[in-house]
Every structure is written in C-alpha cells, then in structure tokens.
C-alpha cells in the first residue's frame, strides 16, 4: 500500500509538472501570437494560426509520450522490486524450514545415540543382524558394525554362530549393521545412520521442504 501511494503521488507531482510547464509554454505562445497578429497581413493569419495549432498539438503529444514513458518505467522498477522482495521472502522462507528440519533430526540423532547406550539396543541388534543375513541370503558373508559395537562382538558370535566375517566400520554409522554378500555382491545397509537419513530424505519428500535453487 504505501509502495502504491509513492507511485500515485510521483504521478500526480509529475502530472502537475507538465501542466505547468504546457501553460507556461502556452501563454509565452499566445503573447507572441498577440504581438504578430497586429504586425503581420490578415491573409497570412490563417496559415500563422494553423502552424501555431500544429505546435501546440505536437507539445502535447510529445508531453503524452514522456508521461507515458515515465510510467512504464515505473512500473518496471515497482514490478522488479516487488519480485526482489519476493525471492528474498521465499529464500528465507526456505532457510528458516531447512533449520527446523536441521533441529528435529539432529534432536533424532541425539535420541538414537542414546538408545545405542541403552539395554534395548543389544536385542535390536541381534534382529538386525539376523534378519539383514537372511534378507542377502546364503554366500560369503560379511558384517559390518560400528566402532563402538567392537566391545559386543565375542557376545555377538557366540549368541548368533553364524559363518561369518566381522569387521568394524571406520566412519561413525551410530549403530545398526551392514551386510555383504560377497558371493552374490549384495550389499544392505541397516545402519542407524543410513536409516536416519532416509527418514530425513523422505521427510523432506512428502513435506515437500527441499529447498530448490
């Protein structure tokens, strides 16, 4: 609103200006006319007279152009302005969104770090691991775990006496497991981490919160 009572005040203030100026040049026109007229033959009055109209239309005109044009650039600003604006809103609409989304999974981390800590998370991943074999199926297996899981792993082969290949992941994939087939090159990935980012992906999906360049 305030953007449009600029505009209409420009237009008014630039309106007032040209009438000004078309009177000023008006009343300088008539006073030289007034003074030709007692000067000059009456058969030349007519054609002195038309030239003088033909002026006077060609001021207007010319004065209607330049107002025309000073309001499509007008315009112009006001629409580029009004579109800045708008990106501007929207990107941080969006940094705003991709922050909360940061917040809730970094809090889900968190909450997963935790459970990895607690009695609960032995049992889980047991079923983990038993179901991750069964879903790759027969072959050369190989179970990869998380750093922090080494010290389950002898509690991990006596209760489980699968004819397998540990090893320990090098990067931080919270807990959970992989599993290789290496007989069909099959690889699934159970992880905490994997998972967690997954649910982050599909978040963002469904919400339709990715932020898009």
């Known amino acids: 609103m305030f953007v449009k ?3 209409l005040k420009y237009e ?3 309106l007032v200006y040209i009438d ?4 000023k040049f008006t009343n300088t026109v008539m006073k030289q006319a007034a003074n030709k007229r007692m000067k000059i033959l009456k058969e030349l009055e007519e054609n002195r007279q038309r030239m ?3 002026k006077e239309l ?3 005109e010319d004065a209607y152009i330049s107002i025309q044009r000073e309001l499509r650039n007008i315009q112009k600003e006001k629409g580029e302005m009004i579109s800045r604006a708008m990106m501007e809103s929207k990107k941080k609409l969006l940094q705003k969104r991709e922050e909360i989304i940061q917040q809730v999974f970094d809090d889900v981390e968190k909450g997963l770090r935790k459970f990895v800590e607690s009695p609960e998370y032995y049992p889980f991943l047991i079923k983990t691991i038993k179901e991750s074999c069964q879903v790759v199926g027969e072959g050369e297996i ?3 775990l998380n750093k922090r899981d080494e010290i389950l792993l002898n ?3 006596k209760e489980l006496k699968l004819n397998a290949q540990y090893k320990i992941e090098s990067a931080d994939i919270i807990g959970g497991c992989k599993v290789f087939n290496k007989t069909r ?3 699934l990935d159970n992880s905490l981490l994997t998972k967690m980012q997954q649910q982050r992906d599909e978040f963002l999906e469904i919400s339709g919160l990715t932020i898009y360049s």
């Open 5 to 7: 009572q600029l505009d």
């Open 12 to 14: 008014v203030m630039h």
């Open 20 to 23: 000004e100026k078309l009177e």
């Open 52 to 54: 003088l109209e033909q």
């Open 58 to 60: 060609q001021f207007l």
């Open 142 to 144: 190989i179970i990869s």
């Open 155 to 157: 509690r991990i082969k």
């Open 185 to 187: 090159n099959m690889l």
